[in-house]
């Protein structure tokens, strides 16, 4: 019998030691704030003419030889309205919407865009979330700009898929993140527009979560429903039970040996 109270008391402290242990590591993980910062990207050089990037260019020349970080250091292309002034330009000095426009500014907006100064190769959570933000803006750019609606259709399904899969990738390395309020909100945000990650929330978690995030209330509704629940209810009913014999058998066991003769 002391055996088993002794085993019982080695499980309870290894289960009190990890939660304990996984608590200050989803805290660690959650009052982070020395990630590094970005500037906002919106540009608007005065000295900067779209024009000058493309007055010597040709259609055979201009998606090899166009200044893809100059435009990208100095362009306004968070403001739609200045995208669509320089797409405009594009599409009357070349006449090619479909082979030199769109390719050029998927090229300019996306690829080149996401290389940029390398800011998908470390996680910085302020960053990604302003992007966001940015494409999402795209996919209302394509619903009221027909001829060129798979352009920003398309720079906005490859920044969703990059920012998925580097968040993807930057979990399986960094376990503690998922419980820091930022990525936590980068992964709702991806959920929303239809790039949930690639992992499940265990209960734990779930829990861990609850308890940092200070839902208490929360925590006892859900144990008050766990309570009367039918199914728990007989649970509880026979841990009681065995409880009660367990209580039983001691006090006759601690009985029998007072009264019986030395």
């Not at 190769?121 to 966001?132: A, C, F, S």
């Not at 700009?145 to 990059?162: E, F, L, V």
């Not at 990738?169 to 239809?194: A, H, P, V, Y």
């Not at 499940?200 to 940092?212: G, M, N, P």
Request: charged residues 25%.
């Amino acid at each position: 019998m002391n055996y088993l109270i002794r085993l019982f008391a080695v499980l309870g402290l290894l289960l009190a030691g990890t939660f304990v242990y996984m608590f200050l590591q989803a805290n660690d993980a959650y009052s982070e704030s020395n990630y590094p910062k970005t500037d906002s990207n919106c540009n608007d050089a005065d000295d900067f003419k779209f024009q000058d990037l493309v007055q010597d260019l040709d259609s055979a020349t201009i998606l090899k030889n166009f200044n893809y970080d100059e435009y990208l250091s100095k362009a306004d292309y968070c403001n739609f309205r200045s995208i669509s002034k320089d797409v405009a330009l594009i599409d009357s000095a070349f006449n090619n919407p479909a082979d030199v426009t769109e390719e050029l500014f998927y090229r300019a907006l996306g690829d080149s865009l996401i290389l940029y100064q390398n800011n998908l190769v470390e996680y910085n959570p302020d960053y990604i979330l302003r992007q966001l933000e940015w494409i999402k803006r795209f996919k209302y750019y394509a619903d009221f700009n027909d001829s060129h609606r798979y352009m920003y259709k398309g720079i906005y399904s490859k920044w969703m898929t990059s920012m998925s899969s580097f968040i993807d990738q930057e979990l399986s390395q960094n376990k503690e993140i998922k419980f820091n309020t930022q990525f936590r909100l980068i992964e709702q945000l991806l959920r929303d527009e239809g790039y949930a990650l690639n992992r499940e929330v265990s209960s734990f978690e779930k829990l861990i979560i609850y308890f940092i995030d200070g839902e208490y209330s929360y925590l006892w509704r859900r144990f008050s429903l766990w309570l009367t629940s039918p199914n728990y209810s007989l649970i509880l009913k026979i841990l009681f039970f065995l409880f009660a014999l367990f209580s039983i058998f001691s006090v006759a066991k601690t009985l029998i040996e007072l009264i019986k003769p030395k």
